[in-house]
């Protein structure tokens, strides 16, 4: 079985921990998707394949559709969007693995007096004020320096990501539109608690991940 997420932003791993009981695996974008969302004329043919592989498939018929028309958003419209894609498959069975190895992570390099740079990772959605969507993989690589501690965790991390493509660049419709840089992008978004942002970390305290990756423990969400 196989949730596929046809919205924006959904493919952040707050959201299919949560879900981690409700299938096999996620297809999903961690930034915004196409205007005309899946191209089902090619994704239904996908739902036929090996259901060993189906997720997979269904990720790559989605991605290599628009992948195929990508031109940097020329001529761009709903009719024909040349604005990019950014499209991963999470398995269910290695969000637990995931979760322990984070822990693992940020007990080891975080605390309450700990500053996090976010200009220094991918995120997904640089052209709004405030951005909540920010690349997994490179927030624990900074974390890290992307040492020891980080190959391991990257192992785990490849186990859950099973497949990830995108555009060189996607288009985001925040501040008027524009084409953002893919660059550094690893297929899974994570929020990552701001002072200023009270109410937005109270709402992500709310989600099982709070305490299975251990922010519980850092003291930042306060």
Do not use: H
């Not at 969302?37 to 997720?55: E, H, I, R």
């Not at 991963?88 to 693995?97: A, D, H, Q, Y």
């Not at 990257?154 to 099973?162: E, G, H, L, M, W």
């Amino acid at each position: 079985d196989f949730i596929l997420f046809d919205a924006c932003f959904m493919q952040s791993v707050e959201v299919i921990y949560e879900l981690r009981d409700c299938s096999d695996s996620f297809i999903g974008s961690s930034t915004e998707i196409p205007g005309p969302g899946a191209p089902y004329q090619n994704t239904v043919k996908a739902l036929f394949a090996d259901k060993s592989t189906v997720a997979v498939d269904v990720a790559r018929s989605y991605y290599e559709y628009y992948a195929s028309n990508y031109d940097e958003r020329k001529d761009n419209s709903n009719n024909n969007w040349t604005g990019g894609v950014s499209i991963s498959v999470v398995r269910s069975e290695g969000l637990e693995p995931l979760a322990e190895a984070t822990n693992s992570i940020f007990t080891r390099y975080l605390n309450s007096q700990t500053t996090i740079d976010v200009s220094e990772i991918m995120c997904y959605d640089p052209l709004r004020s405030p951005s909540y969507y920010y690349d997994m993989d490179g927030f624990i690589g900074l974390l890290t320096e992307s040492n020891a501690d980080y190959t391991t965790w990257q192992k785990v991390y490849q186990n859950a990501v099973s497949y990830f493509k995108t555009t060189e660049k996607n288009y985001s419709a925040y501040s008027g539109g524009g084409m953002i840089s893919m660059e550094g992008a690893e297929g899974l978004s994570i929020y990552i608690p701001k002072k200023n942002l009270t109410s937005t970390n109270t709402f992500y305290r709310s989600y099982a991940w709070y305490t299975a990756a251990g922010w519980d423990k850092t003291g930042l969400f306060q």
